[in-house]
């Protein structure tokens, strides 16, 4: 069966200091990956998604990063963090067919 | 510019009754929309979906109704449980199978 494991489940780091959420997942190939964000008072909102090895689309300008170095493994990445950059990050994964399947997520608390 | 609309932040209904949750869209190339259930502090679960050449889906206590032409749509659940208190996103999709969320709905189940 599937899975997809995303951690840290949650981090609190300084303001300026570097940042690397892992998303990995198992029993698939090839899937289609995702980040998304979940800021205080709003919806979950996409950051960036990946359809295979090293293709990596940004859909919001931001401080992020992300990276696909592996065919089921996603980064999302900084190199110095803002009080803004605080929220709970969901990875996700899709086969390309309907729904999806996230992951338990990393609330980030920049301070 | 939000694309799902989720107008109602929160929702309570009385243990037994109908719990209707409504989300509005503005892209008519949304081909396929979803309901995702998310408990406090973890990541959102697939609930139910319907595509857009459907009216109706239904699954046992849960039943998604799209109205095209309107560009709404809405997810009924009879009879309401305490375990439905939760946050519902509504969430749509085009072809290439990104999904954009609405900001959610907290439903309350009062017992």
Same mark, same amino acid.
């Given at each position: 069966?599937?899975?997809?494991?995303?951690?840290?489940?949650?981090?609190?780091?300084?303001?300026?200091?570097?940042?690397?959420? &892992?998303?990995?997942? &198992?029993?698939?190939?090839?899937?289609?990956? $995702?980040? $998304? =964000?979940?800021?205080?008072? =709003?919806?979950?909102?996409?950051?960036? $998604?990946?359809?295979? %090895?090293?293709? %990596? @689309?940004? &859909?919001?300008?931001?401080?992020?990063?992300? @990276?696909?170095?592996?065919?089921?493994?996603? %980064?999302?990445? @900084?190199?110095?963090?803002?009080? @803004?950059?605080?929220?709970f990050y969901l990875c996700a994964w899709s086969s390309g067919a309907w729904g999806y399947t996230f992951g338990?997520?990393? =609330?980030?608390?920049?301070? | 510019?939000?694309?799902?609309?989720? /107008?109602?932040?929160?929702?309570?209904?009385?243990?037994?009754?109908?719990?209707?949750? /409504?989300?509005?869209?503005? /892209?008519?190339? +949304? *081909?396929? +929309?979803?309901?995702?259930?998310?408990?406090?502090?973890?990541?959102?679960? +697939?609930?139910?979906?319907?595509?857009?050449?459907? *009216?109706? /889906?239904?699954?046992?206590?849960f039943t998604v109704f799209l109205n095209k032409s309107a560009k709404h749509l809405s997810l009924h659940i009879?009879?309401?449980?305490?375990? *439905?208190?939760?946050?519902? +996103?509504?969430?749509?999709?085009e072809e290439d199978d990104k999904i954009i969320f609405g900001k959610g709905t907290r439903l309350h189940i009062?017992?």
């Amino acid at each position: 069966s599937q899975t997809i494991h995303q951690w840290p489940a949650t981090l609190v780091q300084p303001v300026g200091s570097p940042l690397s959420l &892992e998303c990995t997942v &198992e029993g698939t190939s090839n899937p289609n990956l $995702y980040w $998304y =964000r979940q800021a205080a008072g =709003r919806g979950l909102q996409l950051l960036f $998604y990946s359809v295979g %090895i090293g293709q %990596i @689309s940004s &859909e919001v300008p931001q401080n992020l990063s992300a @990276s696909r170095p592996q065919d089921r493994q996603f %980064i999302l990445s @900084s190199k110095k963090l803002l009080l @803004s950059d605080s929220g709970f990050y969901l990875c996700a994964w899709s086969s390309g067919a309907w729904g999806y399947t996230f992951g338990s997520g990393t =609330r980030l608390t920049v301070v | 510019d939000q694309q799902v609309k989720q /107008n109602s932040p929160s929702l309570s209904v009385q243990e037994g009754r109908i719990s209707i949750l /409504n989300c509005d869209y503005t /892209n008519s190339m +949304f *081909d396929y +929309f979803l309901w995702y259930k998310k408990y406090p502090a973890e990541g959102p679960t +697939f609930l139910i979906s319907i595509s857009s050449i459907k *009216d109706k /889906n239904e699954d046992g206590r849960f039943t998604v109704f799209l109205n095209k032409s309107a560009k709404h749509l809405s997810l009924h659940i009879v009879p309401s449980q305490p375990g *439905d208190s939760a946050v519902y +996103f509504c969430a749509a999709s085009e072809e290439d199978d990104k999904i954009i969320f609405g900001k959610g709905t907290r439903l309350h189940i009062l017992p």
